[in-house]
């Protein structure tokens, strides 16, 4: 069981928006800035966010993160197929002195 | 360019020993810190461990799974992290990836990996 809670799975259509939650606590998510990296099918994960929601060079603003309390989200608009991966939030944990992944979250683009 | 390339995955027996290396290039050594990561087959990412920077004194930070077990050291003459695992389980099956945190023009955010090596696999197993 992780501690961030992500959705397994989000699916929307080509062109289409879609959003991913996720869900922490106030030793991780609540205290620290949270990063998004996409992992496109057997290739290594990549950043895609960082400090909240901040893009690394040559990261699209398709890709925007927010964060609000406890919570963090990772937004995609104009969907593509190539962006069918998997998706992961992860932050520092002040309570474990540990960085914490969320389960990951399978897009799907129809 | 800036690299990290990992080695020294292999098959192990539960409760055997393994040391995975990480040699990097293109940044200098000592002013960053490197996580390892790691990924069981089919599954999510996995936080292992930190070295810090040589202004933190390289200290450590381990996930609660891998505490007592492993253990992070440098080698700056050699550009090198090193992973020693003991006491290796079934679980800790995985492809280990060594990261780098993402440096903005000398502004550091430590837990934003921006660089990663290619992966080096460990299987534990009888």
């Known amino acids: 069981q992780s501690v961030l809670t992500q959705p397994p799975s989000v699916s929307a259509a080509p062109g289409q928006k879609v959003t991913i939650s996720c869900s922490g606590s106030?030793?991780?998510?609540?205290?620290?800035?949270v990063s998004w990296f996409q992992q496109l099918p057997g290739t290594v994960p990549k950043l895609l966010i960082y400090d909240n929601n901040k893009r690394p060079s040559g990261i699209p603003d398709r890709f925007s993160g927010s964060k609000s309390g406890t919570s963090a989200t990772l937004g995609i608009t104009g969907l593509q197929t190539g962006d069918e991966a998997d998706y992961y939030c992860g932050v520092w944990d002040s309570s474990l002195t540990a960085v914490v992944f969320g389960g990951g979250t399978k897009l799907t683009v129809l | 360019e800036v690299q990290l390339v990992e080695s020294g995955g292999d098959l192990v027996q539960p409760g055997g020993s393994l040391r995975l290396s990480c040699v990097v290039s293109g940044f200098t050594f000592s002013d960053h810190y490197i996580d390892w990561v790691r990924q069981a087959p089919g599954k999510g990412l996995e936080w292992v461990g930190r070295?810090?920077?040589?202004?933190?004194?390289?200290?450590?930070d381990y996930a609660a799974s891998v505490k007592g077990r492993f253990t992070l050291s440098r080698d700056d003459s050699k550009n090198s992290l090193y992973l020693q695992m003991n006491s290796l389980k079934t679980e800790d099956t995985a492809v280990y990836y060594c990261v780098r945190e993402y440096d903005s023009s000398g502004h550091y955010y430590h837990d934003a990996f921006e660089i990663w090596g290619q992966g080096t696999m460990v299987t534990v197993s009888s």
């Open positions: 106030s030793s991780n998510i609540g205290k620290d800035y």
């Open positions: 070295s810090r920077n040589k202004a933190k004194s390289y200290s450590t």
